[in-house]
């Protein structure tokens, strides 16, 4: 299996970081997310780290003109030749765009479905390894042990944009900017919509099956 050119689409909380490690397996397609990219910048202060630092502590997207830069480099790599998974890319009907732009064909948009309500609790819980990209809940997904990463061995922590007070405006810019791509990707026809308030589990299995008859 492989080439295929997925995006994960959903509200911060809905699991697509969770739902996208899985998918990257199974379609051995390198998984891309431009949150974890822009967390590893700013861990680094590189110039890109800096600019974003702002929007990413209050919430707000990054501009798309260095998000988009960004992105382009990484799908250019060898990796992505055949295929890849965006994780939180696009996010504005200017970075789809962009995607098109670029010349990208993509195959299916996974729109997972939830709630906004249970999502503040989701997120709230959510612990995160700043070496390997694991995610954890510490109820409904704890580590082994408490707060080591599984993976790798090393401490979780706590996401500072995933404080509540910080939730609360991710998911009014995601209402705001975000939404809108489930519409442009029902109409080019490539919306893919998956029930998310199901356990963990079940949504791949939702999400395999879509994927299995494109891969
Ligand atoms: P995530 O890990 O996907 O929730 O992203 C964390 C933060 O990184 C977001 O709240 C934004 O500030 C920024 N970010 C990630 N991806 C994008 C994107 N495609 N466009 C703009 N900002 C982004």
């Known amino acids: 299996m ?18 996208a490690t899985q998918i990257a397996a199974r379609y051995d397609v390198p998984h891309i997310s431009t949150g974890d990219i822009f ?10 780290g800096l600019e974003a630092k702002t929007y990413m502590d209050n919430g707000l997207l990054v501009p798309d003109s260095l998000t988009v830069g960004m992105l382009k480099d990484r799908i250019s790599e060898e990796d992505c030749r055949h295929g890849y998974l965006l994780d939180g890319f696009p996010r504005t009907l200017a970075q789809a765009d962009a995607l098109v732009g670029l010349g990208e064909q993509i195959d299916a948009a996974i729109n997972l479905q939830v709630d906004y ?22 109820i409904t997904a704890p580590p082994k042990v408490e707060n080591v990463c599984d993976n790798c061995g090393t ?9 509540a007070e910080t939730v609360e405006k991710r998911l009014v ?3 705001e900017k975000s939404k809108p791509l489930v ?15 199901a356990p963990i589990e079940d949504v791949t299995n939702q999400i395999f099956s879509i ?5």
């Open 173 to 175: 810019e995601y209402d």
């Open 39 to 48: 967390r590893k910048n700013l861990r680094e202060e590189t110039p890109l």
């Open 155 to 163: 401490e979780l922590y706590q996401r500072d944009d995933d404080k």
């Open 2 to 19: 492989g080439s295929l050119k997925i995006i994960i689409l959903g509200p911060p909380g809905a699991g697509k970081g969770t739902q």
């Open 211 to 215: 994927l299995d008859k494109l891969a």
């Open 117 to 138: 309500a249970p999502l503040i609790e989701r997120i709230a819980g959510r612990r995160v390894c700043g070496n390997c990209g694991s995610a954890y809940h510490i």
């Open 183 to 197: 519409a442009y990707y029902e109409n080019n026809g490539l919306a893919k919509h998956v029930d998310a308030s």
